[in-house]
């Protein structure tokens, strides 16, 4: 197929659109062929030179055919087509001087078989033809334009990035709705590392910094319960088992939990942040001892005093008074002490008997409260 033109300039992208269909991207000193089609993209200019040395300039988004309706050709006059007669010049000119009328001093055009001027047939002067160059020559059109490609390369799949998601464990109170409680400035109030009371409401939570796609996230722990992160959340939790608030001594109490598994959420690699954990410890909830006295006459040979606790021991109590102990049996929560209203001592008053709580052992109570326990 035969070149008529050549890419000169470019400015942005263009491409070519062969004959057979196939599209190849223009650049600088690209022939162009007969019949091929010029695409050019948003604000791309191009400039093509024709055979004849002519310029073209196709704007932006432009298909233009290239064809020989965009070339001139060889239609220059030659200069023995431009030559005019001597004599039809004088003529010309005589007429001029004279003042007559160029239509009736020159010879009319031959009608017939006789032959001609100079002129080819007249003897007035025959303009061929009238050319006015134009440098460079630019076409504009107002074709359709088509959407340009941005890159016509092969599709080739980059490698995938890893998926890659940072989990941290924290530890949060809970409300009374057993959802986390958040502060002043609207977070979460974390208690990593601290002690906290028996019976409090405790949760932990799994952040994570990379969203989970595809599925949830399901985070496995170490103390049989799961945290589970919906698909396009960052945060779960779960509320932990705390033991409950009561009276008695249990110490310190470490909560370590940790993940065990997981599952879910489209990830290459999670790591895992859960290096915390917190301490369980007793509150002060008091024991309290009362003692009670049981009616008596005078002829009552003695006086029974009760002491009662708020709850049982769990071991064996013994209450001090005054006048002897008390012992009350693990898991009860009531003891007697029998006074002899006979005695021998002189000292005793017949008519009235006390007896006071001085002290408390036993039953592993965190605080026992006595000192309100005295009967008469």
Avoid: H
């Avoid at 595809?214 to 396009?232: K, R």
């Avoid at 608030?245 to 310190?252: H, K, P, S």
């Avoid at 065990?260 to 290096?275: A, E, F, K």
């Avoid at 008519?351 to 592993?364: A, E, F, I, L, Q």
């Amino acid at each position: 197929m035969a070149q008529v033109a050549k890419v000169t300039a470019l400015t942005g992208k263009a491409f070519v659109v062969g004959a057979d269909g196939s599209i190849r991207l223009l650049k600088v000193g690209d022939a162009i062929e007969k019949g091929e089609v010029v695409r050019t993209a948003a604000g791309a200019t191009v400039e093509l030179t024709m055979q004849d040395g002519q310029k073209a300039v196709i704007a932006a988004e432009q298909n233009v055919r290239v064809d020989d309706n965009m070339t001139q050709g060889d239609e220059r006059p030659a200069a023995q087509e431009s030559a005019v007669a001597t004599g039809t010049i004088d003529s010309v000119i005589q007429a001029l001087e004279r003042g007559g009328d160029l239509t009736e001093e020159l010879e009319a055009a031959a009608a017939g078989g006789g032959t001609g001027g100079g002129g080819d047939g007249s003897d007035f002067v025959r303009l061929l033809r009238v050319t006015e160059g134009v440098d460079p020559l630019a076409y504009e059109y107002s074709f359709q334009s088509q959407a340009i490609p941005d890159e016509i390369l092969p599709s080739v799949d980059a490698p995938a990035e890893p998926v890659v998601g940072n989990v941290t464990l924290r530890y949060v109170l809970l409300g009374e709705d057993g959802q986390p409680v958040t502060g002043q400035n609207g977070g979460f109030v974390y208690i990593d590392g601290e002690d906290v009371v028996e019976g409090t409401r405790v949760g932990i939570v799994a952040e994570v910094d990379v969203a989970p796609t595809g599925s949830s996230l399901v985070l496995t722990l170490s103390n049989g319960t799961t945290i589970t992160i919906p698909a396009g959340e960052t945060s779960g939790f779960v509320e932990l088992e705390v033991r409950a608030d009561e009276g008695y001594v249990q110490g310190n109490e470490l909560i370590d939990v940790s993940v065990t598994g997981v599952s879910g959420g489209q990830y290459d690699d999670l790591r895992i942040d859960q290096s915390t954990s917190i301490t369980v410890v007793d509150d002060k909830d008091p024991t309290t001892v009362s003692l009670s006295v049981s009616d008596v006459t005078e002829d009552d040979a003695s006086v029974t005093f009760t002491a009662t606790l708020s709850q049982p021991g769990e071991s064996e109590v013994t209450i001090t008074t005054d006048r002897g102990n008390i012992v009350i049996a693990a898991g009860e929560t009531e003891g007697t002490l029998v006074i002899n209203t006979r005695d021998s001592d002189v000292y005793l008053d017949a008519d009235s008997v006390t007896v006071k709580v001085t002290g408390v052992s036993g039953g592993n109570f965190e605080v026992v409260e006595f000192s309100d326990a005295t009967a008469t």
